[in-house]
């Protein structure tokens, strides 16, 4: 599966933002999804993951009540809807994709990824 990150750019805090996630090259249906971000001089973290029927999620303690994942297995795309950002949320943002699998969003498990889209928060 090929993914393709998009709707990063430059917000003010407190502000929103709602990134995608778009498949091609084989049904999304058959993949957990996770989000991924990596700030400079940092490791990169797992944001949050959704399962392949998207009943089951999962989000770093940093962003819940913030941020909510979401899919649409028909359209084969995946959404991060970003609320009341700071400027800590600055980084790049990535998706990714494991075969069947688990969301406990750690980044190993994950085997194709996508190019990220870079979301700068001002203070």
């Known amino acids: 599966v090929q993914l393709q990150a998009s709707g990063g750019g430059l917000v003010q805090t407190g502000g929103s933002l709602r990134l995608s996630c778009s498949a091609s090259?084989?049904?999304?249906?058959?993949?957990?999804i996770g989000w991924f971000r990596q700030a400079p001089g940092k490791e990169r973290e797992g944001v949050s993951c959704i399962s392949r029927s998207g009943d089951s999620t999962n989000y770093a303690a940093s962003v819940k009540g913030r941020f909510t994942i979401s899919r649409d297995n028909a359209q084969n795309i995946v959404y991060l809807q970003m609320n009341s950002l700071k400027p800590e949320d600055t980084a790049v943002y990535y998706c990714a994709a494991v075969f069947l699998g688990t969301p406990d969003c750690a980044p190993q498990n994950f085997g194709s990824w996508g190019q990220g889209t870079l979301v700068t928060v001002s203070s």
């Open positions: 090259g084989s049904a999304l249906g058959y993949y957990t």
